[in-house]
């Protein structure tokens, strides 16, 4: 090979790649770069699912199959730029389930762990290894990876949450199993509040030894939870970045709720809007109350309660409030955290 030509050695290499294909070997030089990125490619896209268009999509599934033969009657919010594949972030999942009085949503258990939050509607349980809780709007309800779990409805009316789960995380591990339970429901042994009252009052039983990663309580109920935003919002100044931002906390550790999802909740005064702010993590936001928008360079999404969006990892955003707004967020910041990787710039 003539190394002063260019064309040559280009040709060379070439005939070179092809030879080492039937050997199942690649050169790393001609990918490292995209292997190893300066900084996070956009892979995702930016979205606003508005819960006013697609409400009635999500009631009339319940004419289209009950939630027995669904197992779980479920829109998955698809992040369009990942059309097919069930994810709205790279690593998570998150759908809109409904449920219809009177229908259970069968026993099973997965390790895959969900997180709930709930939109509307009243009177719908979950029952999480072995207790029942009543879910109201507003709720954050966690379902611990491998824990049984079945919904059901005895009151009246409609009710739909938001499922996120971090199902593309564990296909990524290739580490999901699911066990479907022998009766529809599973045994409540427990009564309902019994985990709120020993581990979610401030309180915990001495001795508790606790074994999973997830927090013992597993609905942190939106009456606490509002209390406390206003609170903060009457005692202080929003973070310039954020707002009144909290976590949900897991009160063993004081880590948060989830191993691979965080979960938070903050408070924005009418009027006060964010300096930018970008983290690795993608986040998934539901409105709760009030109104805002959230600015993504040259995006404005106008979000309503119970609308979700969607806004990629290291792409800088501003959330400015009309009304006093509660906003719900989501992400695997978490297992980014403690994988050590986890960035943030405040702008
Ligand atoms: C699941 O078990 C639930 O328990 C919701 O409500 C959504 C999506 C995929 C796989 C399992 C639930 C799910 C899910």
Do not use: C
């Not at 697609?54 to 829109?75: C, D, H, N, T």
């Not at 935003?229 to 954020?242: K, Q, S, V």
């Not at 109104?291 to 969607?310: E, M, N, Q, S």
């Amino acid at each position: 090979m003539n190394s002063t030509d260019p064309g040559a050695a280009e040709a060379g290499r070439a005939a070179y790649y092809e030879r080492l294909q039937p050997h199942h070997l690649a050169p790393l030089w001609t990918r490292l770069k995209s292997l190893v990125p300066l900084q996070p490619p956009p892979l995702l896209a930016a979205h606003h699912w508005r819960y006013g268009d697609i409400r009635p999509l999500v009631l009339e599934s319940a004419g289209q199959i009950s939630a027995k033969e669904a197992e779980r009657r479920v829109l998955i919010l698809e992040n369009p730029a990942l059309a097919g594949q069930s994810q709205i972030t790279t690593s998570l999942y998150a759908g809109l389930q409904l449920i219809m009085p009177g229908e259970v949503a069968p026993a099973h258990r997965h390790t895959q762990s969900a997180l709930r939050f709930v939109v509307e509607g009243h009177g719908a349980y979950t029952a999480v290894d072995g207790e029942k809780t009543i879910m109201a709007p507003g709720d954050f309800v966690i379902t611990p990876s491998w824990t049984w779990h079945h919904h059901g409805h005895e009151a009246d009316g409609p009710m739909v949450w938001l499922d996120g789960l971090d199902i593309p995380m564990l296909a990524f591990f290739n580490a999901g199993f699911r066990q479907d339970h022998e009766h529809d429901e599973a045994a409540i042994t427990r009564p309902a509040g019994d985990s709120l009252a020993r581990y979610g009052s401030g309180l915990m039983p001495v001795g508790h030894r606790h074994g999973t990663l997830n927090s013992p309580v597993f609905n942190y109920p939106y009456e606490r939870t509002r209390e406390a935003l206003f609170a903060l919002a009457r005692a202080g100044a929003p973070d310039a970045h954020h707002g009144h931002l909290m976590r949900y906390v897991n009160p063993v550790d004081g880590g948060w709720a989830m191993p691979t999802m965080a979960t938070m909740v903050r408070l924005l005064p009418a009027g006060f809007a964010t300096q930018a702010y970008r983290s690795s993590d993608a986040m998934v936001f539901i409105g709760v109350e009030g109104r805002g928008t959230i600015a993504l360079g040259d995006t404005r999404f106008d979000l309503a309660p119970h609308d979700v969006v969607v806004v990629p990892g290291w792409v800088p955003y501003t959330l400015h409030a009309a009304d006093d707004w509660v906003l719900f967020g989501y992400s695997d910041r978490v297992a980014q955290e403690k994988l050590g990787f986890f960035r943030e710039q405040r702008l």
